[in-house]
């Protein structure tokens, strides 16, 4: 059997490397996940908690990194993963998953009526108190194990008050119901749960690594990513790719990869592979756009 001369592509979108050009950009703009050890890490502390059977005190965790460190890849990743484990089990007792992102303007009333709407349960005009008493009915019945809250600094915006309102309501959800509380978010967030005896001592917090160029993850990542975009040449992962895709990142993850589709897509038209060069090349055009 003859190999094929796209062996450098992964194989679901080897085929595509033929492809009318319209395709293989929308090839390579399409989200892929990418795994690197502390995303993998992340995920599997996710389905630990799910789970844990319930306990007097839940285990909690919250991850936190600057914006476009990978935050929300990792959750949406770990909702497909336990989406399709969940549709291959047979059994009926086994946890569910709650994942909300937190509101801008937010106050305990919005609390519950977003866990509700969530839920894809009806959140009516009614007593804040009575809104508490819906979301805890609704979460027993769905065998809630573990709720997930995304942009979790948002609550800093709030008044002292209104913080420590929202920060109990979630203590009181987890113990009444030995539900796990998973927070992602920023810096604030992280000094928002230290602001908090209680949940300082509730949550384990885990910093997502910014990526330097001489970690092995780093370089195996944005091989993983490049073999899932259909250039006809292979690309050489060097240190002068990685040493200009750091300089131009920021050692972020989101950046980094955006510059690779970027650069990709130039490539399309020239080389069909990546380089430093045209990498530095499409950085500096960039630049020049924004600067005007």
Not at 29 to 51: C, G, K
Not at 208 to 233: D, H, Q, S, Y
Request: proline share 5%; aromatic share 6%.
């Amino acid at each position: 059997m003859t190999a094929s001369p796209f062996e450098h592509l992964h194989p679901d979108i080897r085929h595509l490397a033929t492809a009318e050009l319209p395709v293989r950009k929308a090839c390579i703009l399409t989200d892929r996940w990418v795994s690197y050890p502390a995303a993998d890490d992340a995920i599997n502390r996710l389905f630990e908690m799910v789970e844990m059977p319930p306990r007097i005190r839940m285990p909690s965790v919250l991850f936190w990194a600057d914006s476009n460190m990978g935050k929300t890849h990792i959750q949406k990743h770990f909702l497909e993963l336990y989406a399709a484990k969940r549709a291959g089990d047979n059994s009926t007792s086994s946890g569910a998953v709650l994942w909300m992102e937190l509101n801008d303007s937010l106050t305990e009333k919005r609390l519950y009526l977003d866990i509700l709407r969530n839920l894809d349960a009806p959140g009516p005009d009614t007593t804040t108190p009575r809104l508490q008493a819906m979301a805890l009915r609704h979460l027993q019945a769905r065998n809630i194990r573990l709720f997930i809250l995304d942009e979790l600094q948002r609550a800093t915006e709030l008044r002292p008050n209104e913080q420590r309102t929202i920060l109990n309501v979630l203590k009181y959800i987890s113990n009444q119901l030995s539900i796990s509380l998973a927070g992602f978010g920023s810096g604030e967030a992280k000094a928002l749960i230290k602001s908090d005896p209680h949940l300082d001592q509730r949550f384990d917090i885990v910093a997502l690594p910014m990526w330097t160029k001489k970690e092995r993850w780093a370089v195996e990542a944005v091989r993983g990513r490049i073999e899932f975009m259909p250039l006809r040449k292979p690309t050489v992962v060097n240190r002068d790719v990685m040493d200009v895709l750091f300089l131009h990142s920021k050692s972020l993850l989101g950046p980094m990869f955006g510059l690779l589709e970027r650069t990709a897509i130039a490539a399309l038209e020239r080389e069909e592979c990546l380089s430093a060069a045209l990498i530095e090349a499409v950085a500096l055009r960039r630049r020049r756009d924004e600067d005007g």
